[in-house]
């Protein structure tokens, strides 16, 4: 049974690390700065891939996590915000011609939640919601021990769904998105706006606030943080009971920079879910967790995707 | 290779099917009323399953699908809203010590979801999502080929998603669920509402308004129905964009009585879908369709369950 070797496309670095099936210690690791904006990225991904492949062992499949959207049934990146030169990119194929092994390919937030199901917080759980709050809000489910992935590739794309129609404009041009109201760019910009509107806040002498700003705020006893932070928490409770309803997981993970908001984010939150939940059995058992890869969430579960999809040798 | 036995528990009568796998043809099949409310439903069952027990042939399943919430996994029906004798009730084990093969269990909205899969608008599809409109609205996702069931046996509840937070109350208690919007029952409560309040309609004459009547006057010019369809159809397509976000299907199959109401409700339905979807990719080559299995889907998905889960023989 040969290596895997896995790649995480970042916004600002490229890594690559090469495993052992089932391990999350790498036999080697490199990593090149991504440029996304220079020409070039996939030149110095395929040479970061080629600068660790092994000469003495085999490889069977070469694991990707890049942010989407993505198909990675076909392996085509359609679009990515940071990577301008790659539009309809057929990413698996090209790394395939190079390096003769299969290549599978998932995006960022689904193959976080394959990797904290496999190597983190979702172990021995069959069902698991995976949340991450950042710059966005991403999503990913495993259901019934398998990852979904949906027909274009574009399952559990949960930042995306209404909660409020008439509510804030996402950055997707649509109102009312989870991600426009509880993201961290959504926290930090409602605290900003109502700073702006006059409102007294520990925040006034900021020149940028951040969603750390505010739950620092908040853990301060600043009134306009706190409300920030339940805001957003109710609303994220109202569509965490959404997403319970429709997946019914064992596990909800959450990752991202703001889901170290703390309490003054997570209480309303639970307080929303239990209103908002239409069936108390929903919560029987449920697990609540805290993403534990950090930024290895995507390395493994690139391996993961991996090892779940290739063949053994 | 032997037979598979399906029952279908409804509110009114309990139908049982004897099938060879992959038929739609029962070899055999009988009913007999539920009386819900009358004790010895179970009885009834267990006598009616015997009494289409081959003689000289093997069951290999037994399938059942039962009105919810109740838990596949455990084969225990939780609750359900009519048969009130039932609760936390072991029914496929008490099936499975009467006839010594495996007994499978899943919710009818589910069932109809693999029955149309299997047998009807679903059939090759991988990714298929089914929203039956009717006195509530169930769902049910087959997700990759597999049905989603979800830890607790309660995925695809779609009916009890949150799309407006100040909406309209909702039989379960909750605001603002799509069932309490789009349902059958919410399309004719609201017209009813909307006479009660002095708005003038052809339908002011009815001593009660069904979701058919409403239909039936919106295809007659009646602006109260045409409004009162538009509006259901707005918020469906609000919590459609969501399923869609959230499963990602390329067939989206609607069943019940509901589903009958025509270009009223489906026009606004789809302009509100196209309006709300964030990524145009999940209507590409996506296919929408009439449940066609009628009121054989319970039958057959049940069929589908016992064939999907239990071992060749």
């Known amino acids: 049974m040969g290596l895997i070797l896995s790649v995480d496309i970042g ?21 090149t700065p991504t440029k996304a904006h220079a020409p070039g990225v996939y030149d110095r991904l395929e040479a970061l891939v080629a600068s660790i492949w092994p000469q003495d062992q085999t490889v069977d499949a070469i694991g990707l996590a890049s942010p989407g959207p993505l198909d990675p049934h076909t392996g085509i990146v359609i679009a990515t915000p940071n990577i301008k030169e790659w539009k309809n990119f057929p990413l698996t194929e090209k790394l395939f011609a190079r390096f003769h092994v299969p290549v599978f390919l998932d995006n960022d937030a689904n193959l976080a939640c394959l990797g904290e199901w496999k190597f983190g917080a979702g172990q021995g759980h069959e069902d698991v919601l995976f949340l991450t709050l ?3 809000i991403g999503g990913g489910v495993v259901s019934g021990g398998r990852l979904m ?46 700073i702006e509107a006059g409102r007294p806040s520990l925040m006034d002498s900021l020149s940028t606030i951040t969603s750390r700003d505010v739950s620092d705020a908040a853990a301060q006893g600043d009134l306009l943080a706190i409300e920030t932070l339940a805001r957003a928490g109710k609303y994220l409770g109202i569509a965490l009971a959404n997403f319970l309803a429709a997946f019914d997981p064992s596990v909800v993970i959450f990752g991202g920079g703001a ?55």
Chains 1, 2 share one sequence.
């Open 11 to 31: 916004g600002t670095q490229i890594r690559a690390a090469l495993f052992e099936r089932g391990s999350t210690t790498p036999l080697r690791a490199e990593r």
């Open 259 to 313: 889901s170290n908001s703390g309490p003054a984010l997570f209480d309303p939150l639970y307080a929303s879910l239990r209103e908002n939940i239409f069936d108390p059995t929903y919560l029987k058992n449920l697990t609540f967790a805290k993403a534990t890869l950090g930024d290895d969430a995507g390395l493994l579960g690139a391996q993961a995707l991996a090892v779940l999809s290739a063949p053994d040798h």
């Open 149 to 194: 992935q949906g027909y274009h590739g574009l399952a559990a794309e949960l930042g995306h769904t209404t909660v409020w129609p008439d509510g804030p404009l996402c950055g997707c041009g649509k109102h009312g998105h989870i991600e426009a109201i509880s993201s961290g760019t959504a926290i930090a910009r409602y605290a900003r706006e109502q």
């Open 134 to 136: 950042s710059t966005g």
